[in-house]
């Protein structure tokens, strides 16, 4: 931890700063969890230990609950699982994951003391729980889970205060960090990282963070790396200057944004995006056509019929009827598309549900058509080194792909891999899986403007499934 210091932040408390510059995609630390667990609706569907989704996985054999990839990941598991393994049998059932958190960390520091490392900048007894601040009905669920704590946590365990069993349901609650899954598509359970808690917020940050999941297959444990966060830059920062991620998704207007980082983290956000409310005007803005504007009510109309649209098009979604999807955003987007700006938050929402139901029901020229709308918009309003923004350039890119538009998919993918290469680092999985793309795409490329009609003639076969896979054909034309 020697590139970072603890400082005290005006207006903000306890905070982290550069003690050296960094540039964009350094990383500047990581840290391993204190403890993690799987959310209760992906306990059977994820590794227990290493966080990867599988389509088979072993269980426990004693507790019948704890879920693994194989022996290896079982055996690298079980320092955290061996008191939670005893305490399920005993209890007779599982606690929800919030209690399962607890308990796994309550175990940890009892048995390693509150300073696990000599790189941990923090204690557990110094983070802020914000009990003080909680409503009266998230007190009233506060209490519940604390009650059920007690009956779960063995007698043959140390026994803890009530006090301090509060603190700590009230640290993970404000400072619990989301675990994805190994490709970092999906949210998959939670852990706590007592430094990254250290990292203030700011809804236009020099930072982001991602779960480098280590490498727990490996038989020989002694190989095996820890799963960990690592804090990287998205630009130059300079010394001294304080380090920022963001808590919510600036996509949200500033009065949005400043709302649920008050009733989940309990502090009102005066960043300068926030102050200024910077790009909230464009964010539900009008389109402006050879200097022309809608009128104010215009806008105003087609925003709360989009917004009215897109509940419809959730509960839809919900109930799998894709076609009617497609329907009502098709009528949503014919209707809002020539009064609102192409960064108007929720015609990009259509255009995203759009792009992803279309590709999923195989109209993929449409698909595309949206995907490309879509990461223009974002460009517009998102940091350049963004996450969401690479995704959305990656999914867009795919699209472009099976649509058959090469030279489109290929520059989008290669975005996207620049962003994430800054954003997730090289040895990431879905860093590793751009790049087989963008080596894919740049080949399908050449061989594009070298023949056009033998490339979409290669390709209209591979996608048929013919007995000469595209990617060698391809290597063999090139090569000729």
Request: charged content about 25%; glycine content about 6%; proline content about 2%.
């Amino acid at each position: 931890m020697e590139n970072v210091a603890v400082f005290d932040s005006p207006g903000k408390g306890r905070g982290l700063k550069a003690t050296k510059e960094f540039w964009a995609g350094d990383v500047i630390f990581s840290e391993a969890s204190i403890s993690a667990v799987v959310f209760d609706s992906l306990t059977e569907r994820i590794c227990h230990s290493c966080f990867r989704r599988q389509d088979k996985l072993q269980r426990c054999g004693q507790c019948k609950f704890a879920h693994y990839c194989d022996r290896t990941c079982q055996r690298a598991g079980w320092a955290e699982h061996k008191q939670e393994c005893s305490a399920i049998k005993a209890y007779g059932s599982v606690p929800n994951e919030n209690i399962r958190l607890v308990a796994r960390i309550m175990w940890r520091v009892d048995k390693d003391g509150s300073l696990l490392s000599d790189t941990q900048l923090t204690t557990l007894e110094e983070l802020e729980d914000h009990i003080a601040d909680m409503q009266e009905d998230e007190l009233k669920e506060f209490k519940v889970d604390i009650h059920n704590f007690l009956d779960y946590w063995p007698r043959t365990s140390k026994q803890h205060t009530i006090d301090d069993i509060s603190h700590v349901f009230g640290v993970i609650n404000c400072n619990g960090f989301t675990v994805s899954d190994q490709r970092g598509l999906q949210a998959v359970g939670v852990g706590l990282f007592p430094n990254l808690c250290l990292v203030n917020h700011d809804c236009w940050p020099n930072c982001t963070v991602i779960l480098n999941h280590g490498n727990q297959s490996a038989v020989n444990t002694l190989f095996h790396s820890q799963r960990r966060i690592e804090l990287r830059s998205l630009g130059k920062i300079a010394e001294g200057e304080e380090l920022t991620v963001s808590y919510v998704d600036y996509m949200n207007l500033s009065e949005e944004r400043q709302r649920l980082l008050k009733t989940q983290y309990f502090f009102d956000c005066t960043c300068e995006h926030c102050k200024n409310r910077i790009k909230d005007d464009i964010k539900l803005g009008g389109k402006v056509e050879d200097g022309v504007k809608p009128s104010e009510e215009q806008v105003k109309e087609a925003t709360d019929y989009c917004f009215q649209m897109l509940e419809k098009m959730d509960q839809a979604r919900l109930k799998g009827d894709y076609h009617e999807v497609v329907k009502i955003c098709r009528d949503a987007i014919e209707k809002t598309e020539p009064i609102l700006a192409d960064t108007h938050i929720y015609l990009l929402r259509m255009w995203s549900t759009m792009s992803e139901v279309q590709a999923y029901l195989q109209y993929f020229d449409e698909a595309a058509e949206y995907a490309r709308k879509m990461v223009d918009g974002y460009m517009k309003l998102y940091h350049s080194n963004n996450a969401a923004l690479g995704m959305a350039a990656m999914r867009a890119g795919v699209t472009h792909w099976q649509a058959g538009q090469i030279e489109v998919g290929h520059g989008m993918i290669c975005k996207a891999y620049a962003i994430l290469m800054v954003t997730h680092g090289p040895t990431h999985p879905i860093t590793k899986d751009l790049e087989a793309m963008r080596m894919q795409t740049e080949m399908e490329l050449r061989m594009f403007k070298q023949n056009e009609y033998v490339y979409h003639s290669m390709r209209e076969a591979a996608l048929k499934n013919k007995p000469m896979t595209m990617i060698t054909k391809l290597q063999k034309f090139i090569i000729m």
